[in-house]
């Protein structure tokens, strides 16, 4: 009795496991492979650094006075259109006046006095040459012409001093522009002393601007003339301006530190071009630059997964075959169950596609990526895992409310 009791526990246990596997394992269960892949064609790729400047006039001149004096009357406003030599301000002019009489009269007089003491001179040379006249005599004559003469051409520059500064409270533009800043009410005096000072900035021509960017030291060694760059002001938003790189200003580099580390930040100014037909972009806005240190167009590409993917298990089928290749750099195509392996050569990166160089014709799809699916009416059990002994691929998210409790 004993011996039959024992086989009967037995066998429900064996029936009991047996059930228990059966509802949490089932029958092996099939997977489904998919493959992504991409077509090598043709694009645009590049890349790019990043960089901060500002809207500048290429012309920009200070329009200053090299006189002291009163602002007379001013005859132009902010936004107002100048042609070169246009009289923009006057200065009081009756001090200059002044200063102008009393220096002709000095001139006037000194000229005179000089005339007399040239006339002098001669005669007392030819008076001496005959022995008429001592030697002290003539030479008293002489020392008198000189000392006149000198006196005669200093009054002379200082009358054409007096007269270039009564020409200085005429004040005009130095080129045709559009007057950008005015620094100065009538009534106000200004003095000039070792700084000209800025009554007026005019710039030249607003439809062709500049921007100049601070680049950063880690960026500027990729940066040259002639490539191309784009930029966008808070002003206009939607709007994306084009340009030019025109010149590094490799003596213009400015550097800060933190006062919280040690940390020094070098930056260089960089000047592009910045064409403004319609007048949008404003003198000082702020613009956001993009300089395209690697641009090149109408280029082989693939994306960057495609060089990123190798056809490993359990990614693939049991029956694929693999054929690979040495090289360090590798596009995988399929046909059927066969992965062939294709040893290309790559140019530049955009972090996107991949330029290819060599290696594999315009047209070719290659593999980018496998992902391990779940065939239709198979259940998917409480972790996310497939039931009946199915695989997930580690590259595939777990379906909604499966993360794992703890």
């Excluded at 790559?346 to 799809?365: A, L």
Aim: proline share 5%.
């Amino acid at each position: 009795m004993k011996t039959k009791k024992i086989i009967l526990i037995a066998v429900v246990v064996v029936v009991v496991v047996g059930a228990g596997i059966w509802l949490f394992a089932g029958s092996p269960a099939k997977h489904k492979v998919t493959y992504a892949t991409a077509t090598v064609s043709k694009g645009d790729i590049s890349n790019s650094v990043t960089a901060t400047g500002t809207i500048e006039p290429v012309t920009e001149v200070e329009v200053g006075t090299q006189v002291s004096g009163i602002i007379d009357k001013i005859h132009v406003d902010y936004n107002s259109v100048v042609t070169k030599g246009q009289l923009i301000a006057e200065m009081d002019r009756i001090t200059l006046q002044s200063e102008l009489a009393s220096q002709q009269a000095t001139y006037d007089g000194a000229k005179a006095e000089y005339e007399y003491q040239k006339k002098n001179y001669e005669r007392s040379k030819g008076l001496h040459e005959k022995s008429l006249i001592s030697d002290t005599d003539f030479e008293q004559a002489l020392y008198n012409y000189q000392k006149a003469k000198s006196s005669y051409d200093s009054s002379k520059a200082s009358l054409a001093k007096a007269e270039r500064n009564l020409s200085y409270a005429t004040i005009t533009s130095p080129i045709d522009g559009v007057v950008i800043s005015r620094d100065v009410e009538a009534g106000q005096t200004v003095a000039s002393g070792f700084e000209t000072p800025t009554l007026f900035t005019i710039a030249a021509d607003l439809t062709q601007m500049q921007v100049v960017a601070d680049v950063d030291e880690a960026d500027i060694g990729g940066v040259v003339e002639g490539q191309r760059a784009s930029f966008t002001v808070d002003a206009y938003p939607n709007d994306v301006f084009e340009g030019v790189v025109t010149q590094i200003r490799l003596g213009d580099a400015s550097s800060t530190s933190s006062t919280s580390s040690t940390t020094t930040v070098v930056t260089y100014e960089v000047v592009i071009s910045a064409p403004n037909p319609d007048l949008k972009l404003k003198p000082r806005l702020t613009a956001n630059v993009t300089i395209y240190i690697l641009d090149k167009k109408d280029v082989l590409s693939v994306p960057n997964k495609a060089l990123r993917f190798t056809p490993e298990k359990p990614l693939i089928g049991n029956n694929d075959i693999v054929k690979d290749c040495e090289g360090e750099h590798k596009l995988w195509t399929r046909e059927g169950t066969t992965f062939t392996a294709h040893p290309v050569e790559v140019g530049i990166s955009n972090g996107i596609s991949t330029e290819i160089i060599s290696g594999i014709p315009e047209g070719t799809k290659v593999v980018t990526e496998a992902t391990i699916g779940v065939m239709p009416g198979e259940n998917m059990g409480p972790e996310g895992n497939m039931e009946n002994g199915g695989e997930r691929s580690p590259f595939m998210p777990g379906p909604p409310g499966s993360k794992k409790k703890k």
